[in-house]
């Protein structure tokens, strides 16, 4: 099976830097990604790591270590639109796409 | 380009009734998947369907069963709907390859009383 744990809140100030950690247990991994979901809409895939490191896109970066199963999003020069719920999801060793989600962690930007 | 489309995008149903949600995936995607999500909790994966057939399942009663048509679109159907039931349903495509995002629509929002 797989378990994913991600903080459930965070709060941080416009213009600043947060990182919204990810850890994960489970029995196969082909690769982790983050995806952004404001309230009522679709999530939005924003990263894919599959080899340990960074991976940068613009204002947001994603860091991958597979021998902790542990994983960052890093989100830059924070805007209020940046509010929104963070999910950390891993995909298995099924040879699918199906993706395991964690419970997500909700940003909450302040001015 | 469209995207992922799903509809209705709000439901509201009776204990005990049936439902019927439909999906159509992001062009040149074939493979579809349907995820449940309550409020404040992450989307969990109910099934995926490939080739008109149910290629993976997750942790979900018999209740729930789907279709996937030749033009790739999807159904979900939800039988004997419980109060638990009540969630927003995801549907996502992707190309099946085992590196490519999962492209989600909307969602339908649906409510039983």
């Known amino acids: 099976g797989q378990n994913i744990d991600q903080p459930t809140e965070m709060t941080a100030t416009e213009g600043a830097i947060v990182q919204i950690n990810c850890t994960y247990q489970?029995?196969?991994?082909?690769?982790l990604f983050w995806y952004q979901q404001h309230a009522g809409e679709a999530p939005t895939f924003l990263s894919y790591?599959?080899?340990?490191g960074l991976e940068e896109k613009g204002r947001f970066s994603s860091f991958l270590s597979r021998s902790k199963g542990y994983s960052y999003l890093l989100l830059k020069e924070l805007q209020m639109k940046d509010s929104a719920s963070y999910l950390c999801?891993?995909?298995?060793?099924?040879?699918?796409?199906?993706?395991?989600f964690g419970k997500g962690t909700m940003l909450l930007v302040s001015p | 380009d469209a995207g992922v489309t799903q509809s209705p995008t709000h439901l509201i149903k009776t204990r005990g009734q049936q439902v019927t949600l439909r999906c159509s995936p992001k062009s040149g995607h074939d493979t579809v998947s349907w995820y449940q999500q309550a409020l404040g909790q992450g989307p969990q994966f109910i099934f995926q369907?490939?080739?008109?057939?149910?290629?993976q399942r997750g942790n979900f009663p018999d209740r729930f069963s789907g279709h996937q048509f030749p033009n790739y679109s999807s159904e979900l159907n939800v039988n004997a709907l419980l109060l638990g039931d009540s969630a927003l349903y995801l549907c996502?495509?992707?190309?099946?390859?085992?590196?490519?995002?999962?492209?989600f629509g909307n969602g339908t929002r649906l409510t039983v009383t």
């Open positions: 369907y490939y080739e008109e057939e149910e290629r």
């Open positions: 999801a891993v995909r298995g060793n099924s040879g699918y796409s199906t993706l395991t």
């Open positions: 790591n599959v080899l340990d």
């Open positions: 489970t029995s196969g991994f082909n690769g």
């Open positions: 996502a495509s992707s190309t099946g390859n085992r590196h490519s995002p999962l492209h």
